[in-house]
């Protein structure tokens, strides 16, 4: 139940939403718009002109920006799916009341708290090539030959970060999961149960499609989180080896800090692009997600 | 019946095998956190013979951890207190009053919670440059409280809309104003709510690193995340007393989710349950 | 101590539809308990919070003590109210509920905690004092709210369905603590419900309100015996007074293929005729007569429902505790004269 908004006079309402108006406005609305300004501009410490869509221009023809584009997207794409079918399983897993649920829950939680400068280091020793857990297990059954410095090799250093952000992510997704199992009606199940379904038919013809809503959500989620991801990549690989890690963050944060071009307006373009990007992917797919549920019901 | 039997052992492998997967890590971290490089060098994975706590002393004095941690603190709890002191307010007039244009804030601030950071840390960098505040811990924590205002009025939002209007009724007949009523009654019966949001914001700002790494340059200002990379540039090949700094870094984490656990995940889910 | 008077008091909403309130006019005297009672959604609850100042009015005008209260705030209005939900904060003791009020009066410390203790000693809440509302039963929370307001002492007791969340025990136990109440404080009550028999037991008045508007004002036998409308006469007593089609013609009114004399004068044509279920009384050889279509026996009482020849809605009937007649069986009946109330057909107006 929610109670009724009433409708006061202005007076009683602004003390209450001026500071927040002035932190977004100040702190997160101008800064957008300011980016949207550079994206046209030369910025440079001294002097900004106006260049029109001259970076776009250059973007549009700027191969790394292509290569971090390609990077972005295919974690974006790959990460959602991997995260949450494990989690399905896992999930499920727990569902079938196992010993110490609670606690694995509670376990399986932790690496999304952490740090992702911690998450990076860590696992840079664990990809290792002399002594890294990685290499160490495949050597200790046998596989020695395909032991390789993984974030060293272009081929495999993107999916070796997609590694580590499913390691991340998918105890947060499992927990969602779990919830939503549990907040499935007693009564749909034990009925497909009365109708002798198998465990298999009961799963993906009764479960799955319960908790589509809640999937949705998640594949959502998870690929925006991609789309941003910056932090990981840049204490393992910094976009590194040739280019195989790179992501639109990373590169926009090299071009503005790091090269020694000094102009923020072409980042800034980046950014804008980037973020319309992602702006319409999210409206898009919650639009989808929106209808989807709509025929749930 | 063996069928049974078989998928049963089938679940509790997915299940053992996942729990060393997601728990290896850390524990490897903890081991090498106790030993020195050169025992760690010896046997990357072998237990600490000598549990070396005398290492953490070291780090703390000796390699700048107790300036990065006191930052931490700093800005992070100031930013927490901030957020949620203007978070709260704002959530609570959405929640309560009806006024042209509240359903657009509310939307605003929801679709800011996806907002890329790329989109406005050149231009927070170019501000605070301006204002005199790049490089400056006040600057981050402003800029932090910013970030995360959007999460924290989503959260709370829903919790205020909750609260019957009665209860507000019954303050303005006992006599207050909105404005006590909102820091006398809604506030504290937000409790829950407001802990769920101080817990989340905290890790997550304590975890904080693009917007760091952008706006403070000087060692003196550096959060833990920054010291702990820099530390890790400085000393590429001490892997013992890396280790030991992402323990500090770690056990703060690790000693809240001990206690809140729930309140934690109940956080951090909020947006995905909905 | 005051009066209350509403001059025409309505409420229009901003989302537009018809008045909520309207044309709401009435006096409450010094120490009055006067209630408002009507089906849910007739706007007593709206009319009750444009009183405590909750919501603005919209026209006519409020005055407490002949004083204009329409732009004055809820604070400054000196009244106390009483919320059907209690209304309790939840992270405050008993204590702290029923103190929050007069901290933020500047009343000394001591001033407080006298008038706490009094309040918690009328109502038997002193063990409970350093619990939270949550600790409470329903009946317990229920006289915190009550002691909220008592504390206060306020000119105006308002209450909004006070006794609709408690079982039928207690809100009877309760309806007569809020009586005793009302005769040790002497203070002026307005006390809205949808509940006929708290109505008829406590109130000095009752304000039958239909729609938005008052349907009828007077002491609550009265308005029994003599309901203004239709409406009124339909809503008081269970069962309801029965409300028949007939017609008056040459002095005499026509119910069905029955005829009855007329109580008192009236236009001829269609009109509604109504009689307690209580007033009739089963003879052997009457005017009315019917056959049993149902038997209720409740124990103290029988209702019967019968079929009048040529009357399309059956007659209600209150027999003692064993039924007169059985079921399928014809029975004649008779009223006295002044239990025969006629209202207009059309407009439900009372005719005699
Ligand atoms: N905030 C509002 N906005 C629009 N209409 C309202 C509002 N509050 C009440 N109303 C309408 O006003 C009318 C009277 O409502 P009110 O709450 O006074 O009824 P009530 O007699 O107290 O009923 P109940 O016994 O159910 O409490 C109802 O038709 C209701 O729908
Ligand atoms: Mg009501």
């Not at chain 2, 063996?2 to 509790?12: C, N, P, Q």
Request: proline share 6%; charged share 15%; glycine share 8%.
């Amino acid at each position: 139940m929610t109670s009724p908004r009433e409708r006061p006079a202005w007076g009683a309402i602004v003390p209450f939403l001026l500071p927040a108006t002035v932190f977004y406005l100040g702190l997160t609305a101008y800064p957008v718009i300011r980016t949207v300004w550079n994206s046209v501009h030369e910025v440079l410490p001294r002097r900004e002109a106006y260049v029109g869509g001259a970076h776009y221009v250059e973007l549009w023809a700027d191969d790394t920006f292509w290569r971090a584009v390609r990077n972005t997207v295919t974690w974006a794409l790959v990460a959602p799916f991997l995260e949450v079918s494990i989690a399905l399983l896992l999930a499920l897993a727990l569902y079938a009341r196992v010993p110490a649920a609670r606690i694995l829950r509670i376990a399986w939680f932790t690496p999304v708290l952490m740090s992702y400068v911690v998450v990076g280091i860590v696992w840079m020793w664990i990809y290792n090539y002399d002594w890294g857990a990685a290499n160490a297990i495949l050597r200790a059954v046998g596989l020695g030959h395909w032991a390789q410095p993984w974030l060293g090799t272009t081929d495999t250093a993107l999916p070796a970060l997609i590694v580590v952000t499913t390691w991340m992510w998918t105890g947060f997704n499992m927990v969602v999961l779990l919830a939503a199992l549990h907040a499935l009606p007693t009564e749909v199940i034990e009925a497909a149960e009365l109708d002798r379904c198998g465990w298999g038919a009961k799963l993906t013809r009764v479960m799955v499609p319960l908790i589509l809503p809640t999937i949705l959500n998640l594949l959502v989620l998870s690929f925006v989180g991609k789309m941003k991801i910056f932090d990981l990549v840049w204490i393992t690989t910094k976009g590194g080896p040739l280019w195989s890690t790179e992501t639109v963050s990373t590169y926009v944060y090299k071009r503005a800090f790091e090269w020694s071009t000094f102009d923020l307006g072409y980042p800034s373009a980046i950014a804008t692009v980037w973020f319309v990007i992602v702006m319409s992917f999210v409206a898009v797919l919650t639009w989808m997600v929106r209808r989807q549920q709509k025929l749930e019901y | 019946m063996w069928g049974r039997v078989l998928a049963r052992a089938a679940v509790m492998l997915v299940i053992v095998l996942w729990t060393m997967f997601a728990a290896g890590p850390f524990l490897w971290v903890a081991t090498i956190s106790l030993r020195t490089t050169s025992e760690f060098m010896a046997a990357p994975y072998a237990l600490p013979e000598t549990w070396r706590f005398d290492k953490f002393a070291t780090a703390w004095t000796g390699s700048g951890y107790d300036t990065y941690f006191t930052n931490s603190i700093l800005v992070v709890f100031s930013a927490v207190a901030i957020v949620t002191a203007v978070g709260a307010m704002a959530a609570h007039a959405l929640a309560r009053y009806r006024f042209p244009g509240n359903r657009l804030v509310y939307l605003l601030i929801f679709s800011t919670i996806v907002l890329p950071p790329q989109i406005t840390v050149i231009a927070l960098f170019q501000t605070l440059a301006k204002l005199g505040l790049y490089d400056t811990r006040v600057g981050l924590t402003l800029v932090y409280a910013a970030v995360q205002l959007p999460l924290t009025v989503y959260i709370l939002e829903s919790f205020f809309a909750r609260i019957p209007a009665d209860l507000f009724d019954a303050a303005r007949i006992d006599g207050y104003s909105e404005w006590a009523t909102f820091w006398k009654v809604a506030f504290p019966v937000a409790m829950p709510a407001i802990a769920t949001v101080v817990i989340l914001n905290t890790i997550l700002l304590w975890n904080e690193f693009l917007y760091a790494v952008v706006l403070i340059a000087d060692d003196a200002r550096r959060t833990l995340p920054l010291g702990i990379q820099k530390f890790m540039g400085d000393q590429l090949e001490d892997y013992g007393m890396i280790a030991t700094g992402l323990m500090i870094a770690i056990v703060p984490v690790v000693l809240i989710y001990a206690i809140f656990s729930e309140k934690l995940i109940q956080g951090m889910t909020a947006g995905a349950v909905k | 101590m005051a009066t209350v008077t509403l001059d025409r008091l309505g409420k229009r909403y901003a989302g537009g539809g018809a008045p909520a309130v309207q044309d709401v006019t009435f006096e409450v005297a010094h120490g009055e308990f006067f209630v408002l009672l009507g089906p849910s959604g007739c706007g007593k609850s709206t009319t009750l919070r444009m009183i405590a100042g909750l919501e603005a009015i919209t026209e006519g005008t409020l005055a407490i003590d002949g004083k204009r209260m329409n732009e004055v705030p809820a604070r400054d209005r000196d009244i106390a109210m009483v919320f059907q939900s209690y209304a309790l904060y939840p992270h405050m003791s008993v204590y702290d509920n029923m103190a929050f009020g007069l901290r933020r009066r500047a009343m000394p410390k001591a001033e407080i905690d006298r008038r706490v203790r009094v309040a918690a000693a009328i109502l038997g809440l002193e063990p409970f004092l350093g619990r939270r509302p949550h600790a409470l039963s329903g009946g317990q929370r229920q006289r915190v709210a009550v002691g909220r307001a008592i504390v206060r002492d306020p000119k105006v007791f308002l209450f909004d369905e006070p006794l609709s969340n408690l079982d039928a025990a207690l809100r009877a136990s309760t309806r007569q603590e809020l009586i005793r109440l009302h005769r040790r404080l002497g203070a002026t009550m307005i006390y809205v419900t949808h509940d006929q028999v708290e109505a008829m037991t406590m109130g000095d008045r009752i304000c039958i309100m239909d729609h938005g508007r008052v349907a009828q004002i007077g002491a609550p036998l009265d308005v029994y015996r003599r309901p203004a409308t239709t409406f009124v006469a339909g809503f008081l007593g269970s069962p309801p007074m029965n409300l028949l089609p007939a017609t008056v013609a040459d002095g005499r009114v026509r119910l069905g293929e029955a005829t009855l004399t007329l109580p008192a004068r009236v236009p001829e044509g269609p009109v509604t005729l109504g009689v307690r279920p209580e007033d009739l009384v089963p003879v052997p050889e009457g005017p009315l007569r019917g056959e049993v279509v149902a038997v209720e026996p409740l124990g103290a009482e029988t209702i019967l429902s019968l079929r009048l020849p040529g009357v399309e809605r059956e007659l209600m009937l209150r027999a003692g505790r064993s039924a007169p007649a059985g079921l399928g069986e014809r029975i004649a009946l008779v009223a006295p004269h002044d239990a025969i109330h006629l209202f207009d057909a059309a407009t439900g107006c009372r005719l005699t």
